[in-house]
């Protein structure tokens, strides 16, 4: 298995919803990241998890709250998100930080924020 | 400060070999990388560098110049399904972190 998969693909919320993104990995890899995607942007890092534990928060608003359950699952919780927050993200791993080589990304959700 | 550069667009016909340039200063430095991405995809890996020179891989290639802070990405024989974002990437071992460029829409046409 060499694929990260993200779900749920499309997410439309309102600004008062809570919701979560899913991110699984079954590589063994050990570093985890999420990135934040605009149209016709590059992506830009949000979060990395390494061995479970938050190594790099890029000064990321609180209504972003990143959960590594174990070490094939990483969640983003949403809460009260505003519509400038829609765009894709991108979950990606490898296999440890510092970054030895490449990152794997998911197809990524299409987050609409209302 | 950290600034990695490419051009915006590019375009090409069919057959022919497009250059995509990068050049970058970022703090740290330990490795290149170039990624593809089609509109509404995950990028996917096509290649890293970390000492100068040109690394072949079938139709793409990339080269590396420490010293020049320049990477540049060559295809060949170019197809209808390469048209895509490339994005260069480089390994900030001070921030510990990729740092991605704008990318590169690269259209191919018949």
Not at chain 1, 11 to 26: A, F
Not at chain 2, 37 to 66: C, I, M, W
Request: glycine residues 6%; proline residues 6%; contains cysteine.
């Amino acid at each position: 298995d060499t694929e990260v998969t993200q779900t749920p693909k499309h997410l439309v919320m309102g600004m008062t919803n809570k919701k979560s993104l899913k991110c699984e990995q079954h590589m063994g890899h050990r570093a985890m990241y999420w990135y934040k995607q605009k149209a016709k942007k590059p992506p830009e890092l949000m979060f990395v998890y390494s061995y479970e534990k938050l190594s790099i928060n890029e000064s990321v608003p609180s209504r972003f709250s990143p959960e590594c359950p174990n070490s094939s699952l990483l969640n983003l919780h949403l809460h009260a998100l505003q519509p400038e927050d829609s765009a894709l993200y991108l979950c990606a791993s490898s296999q440890e930080v510092p970054l030895p080589n490449e990152q794997f990304f998911g197809p990524g959700t299409r987050l609409t924020v209302l | 400060g950290q600034n990695i550069d490419q051009p915006t667009e590019m375009t090409a016909t069919e057959g022919a070999i497009v250059q995509i340039n990068c050049t970058y200063q970022t703090s740290g430095f330990n490795g290149l990388f170039w990624y593809q991405q089609h509109a509404g995809e995950a990028p996917t890996f096509l290649s890293y560098n970390v000492l100068d020179g040109l690394e072949e891989k079938g139709r793409f290639s990339s080269f590396l110049s420490r010293s020049k802070g320049y990477s540049y990405l060559l295809l060949k024989e170019l197809q209808m399904k390469d048209s895509a974002s490339y994005l260069c990437a480089v390994r900030d071992d001070e921030a510990d972190k990729l740092i991605f460029g704008t990318g590169t829409r690269l259209q191919v046409f018949p």
